[in-house]
C-alpha cells in the first residue's frame, strides 16, 4: 500500500502500531525472517545505502489483486498502512489553519512521508474503480487535508 519507491523499515516494523491485517508479522523475529525471505526470492529489494525497502509496481498490483478476493483484507490493509503513516505525519496540532504550510520546520519529515500519502490517492481511485473501495476513512481523509496545504 505504501509508495514502492521507498519504504522506510520503520513503517513496516510490527512494533510501531497494532495491525489489523492477518498474517502481519508480530514480532520482530518474524519480521527479519519475513524481509530476508523477500529479499533473498526478489520480490523486495532493500537499498544498502539508505535502509529503504523497494518494491516493484507489479509486485504491489499481484498482491493487491491477491488480497481483493479475500474478504475485507484490502480494506484492512489499506486502513492499516494509513494507521502507521499517520503516525509518522507532523500534523499541525491538528488545527486547520490556512497558510500553516509554511511552517519549514517539518518539511522534511513531511517531504518522507508525501509519497506515501499520494501513492494512498491513486490506490484509492483504482480501488474505487473496481469496487473494492475501502470504507472512508478519517484518518486518510486528514492526511489529505494536511499534504494539500
Known sequence: ?????????????PNMA???????????????????????????EKNRDDG??????????????RMAKLDGLLSTAFEDAINKVTLEWPFLNRN???GSAGKVDRWTQCAVIFPHILHFSEIYKELRETKSTPLPCLKFAELLVEAVQ
Open 96 to 98: 486547520y489553519v490556512t
Open 52 to 65: 529503504k525497502i523497494l518494491v516493484h509496481r507489479l509486485v504491489q498490483d499481484v498482491t493487491r489483486a
Open 18 to 44: 497494532k495491525v489489523q491485517t492477518k498474517d502481519f508479522p508480530s514480532s520482530q523475529t518474524e519480521y527479519h525472517k519475513l524481509i530476508s525471505y523477500l529479499t533473498d526470492t526478489s520480490m523486495i
Open 1 to 13: 500500500m505504501l509508495d514502492p519507491e521507498g519504504i522506510e523499515e520503520r513503517l513496516l516494523e
